[in-house]
């Protein structure tokens, strides 16, 4: 019902900016959360960012706050991620998915559908 993919990673020095996008390709009336997930190299996919449909609630894991910002274009069945002030820590592959039972949730297990991922490479 929701097909996603992933734009915008690439290969940044830290302190750097990348504005990842998520394109939601949808066949289905109801609506949905979205979320973003990494997953660096040897550890488990973990929690970033997530966006409630309208766009009015947003919640961001400790490690991100303040440098990063979650965003939507419902028109577009867009989702952005805003990465400011990156760190080398923040390498890993990022990942956007959609909850079709709008749970805004901050685990794995709460969503449906997943792009396959782009890579984020922050040197220092």
């Known amino acids: 019902q929701v097909q996603l993919v992933e734009s915008g990673g690439g290969l940044v020095q830290a302190g750097g900016s990348l504005r990842l996008s998520c394109t939601a390709s949808?066949?289905?009336?109801?609506?949905?959360?979205m979320g973003w997930f990494r997953q660096a190299p040897g550890k488990e996919r973990e929690f970033v960012a997530a966006?409630?449909?309208?766009?009015?609630?947003?919640y961001y894991a400790d490690s991100v706050k303040g440098r990063f910002a979650i965003s939507r274009a419902n028109a577009k069945n867009m989702v952005y991620l805003q990465m400011n002030i990156l760190k080398p820590e923040d390498t890993a592959v990022y990942y956007c998915?959609?909850?079709?039972?709008?749970?805004?949730?901050?685990?794995?297990?709460?969503?449906?559908?997943w792009g396959q991922g782009t890579q984020v490479t922050v040197s220092s």
């Open positions: 998915a959609a909850d079709l039972k709008l749970r805004t949730g901050v685990t794995a297990s709460s969503y449906d559908y």
């Open positions: 949808v066949r289905t009336s109801r609506n949905y959360d």
């Open positions: 966006i409630n449909w309208g766009g009015g609630r947003t």
